[in-house]
T-cell receptor
Framework: TQLLEQSPQFLSIQEGENLTVYCNSSSVFSSLQWYRQEPGEGPVLLVTVVTGGEVKKLKRLTFQFGDARKDSSLHITAAQPGDTGLYLCAGGSQGNLIFGKGTKLSVKP | GAVVSQHPSWVICKSGTSVKIECRSLDFQATTMFWYRQFPKQSLMLMATSNEGSKATYEQGVEKDKFLINHASLTLSTLTVTSAHPEDSSFYIC???????????FGSGTRLTVV
């Protein structure tokens, strides 16, 4: 069974701080996606990474896919209250998406 | 961009009744749709995968007779929760893909409360 472990589960920080969320697995994934979900809504795709070692930047967010395609990280620079939400990583394999348990981020002004 | 519409956004029903949730891909043909359930403060748990015109594939532990899935067209899949019980109360989310290796669009979810 393929599993994605996300850490930390909860993160509460002050506005302006930096943070990193990790997504690890013992399995290789053909692609990995990061989503952000707000309460009462569906997940919204932030980025997809497919190549080992790939780094993608989306404004203050930096995503990295591990060389072996088993892990990924999401780094947020100068976090803002608007970044608050549940961040989910999901690995693509054989047409299905497997989700991590998520990291609940709270950014306090 | 790809848009998936899920309806209703929330529903309250009495125990023993059935509830139907619709998932529509608005601007693309969804060869595969997925149904997830999400309990409070937890991640998304895949319930079933449905391909247009064929029977859904259910995940282990999901009762196919209780959660009826129909994917009759390339733009519509429905999930019917039959004989609902309070423990079925949850947030149900669908997603759709046109078959690419990556590229899943999620609906906005349906909050089901069974009283």
């Amino acid at each position: 069974t393929q599993l994605l472990e996300q850490s930390p589960q909860f993160l509460s920080i002050q506005e302006g701080e930096n943070l990193t969320v990790y997504c690890n697995s013992s399995s290789v994934f053909s692609s990995l996606q990061w989503y952000r979900q707000e309460p009462g809504e569906g997940p919204v795709l932030l980025v997809t990474v497919v190549t080992g070692g790939e780094v993608k930047k989306l404004k203050r967010l930096t995503f990295q896919f591990g060389d072996a395609r088993k892990d990924s990280s999401l780094h947020i620079t100068a976090a803002q209250p608007g970044d608050t939400g549940l961040y989910l990583c999901a690995g693509g394999s054989q047409g299905n998406l497997i989700f991590g348990k998520g990291t609940k981020l709270s950014v306090k002004p | 961009g790809a848009v998936v519409s899920q309806h209703p956004s929330w529903v309250i029903c009495k125990s023993g009744t059935s509830v139907k949730i619709e998932c529509r891909s608005l601007d693309f043909q969804a060869t595969t749709m997925f149904w997830y359930r999400q309990f409070p403060k937890q991640s998304l748990m895949l319930m079933a995968t449905s391909n247009e015109g064929s029977k859904a594939t259910y995940e282990q532990g999901v009762e196919k007779d209780k959660f009826l899935i129909n994917h009759a067209s390339l733009t519509l899949s429905t999930l019917t929760v039959t004989s609902a019980h309070p423990e079925d109360s949850s947030f149900y989310i669908c997603s759709a893909t046109s078959g690419r290796a990556y590229g899943y669009t999620f609906g906005s979810g349906t909050r089901l409360t069974v009283v």
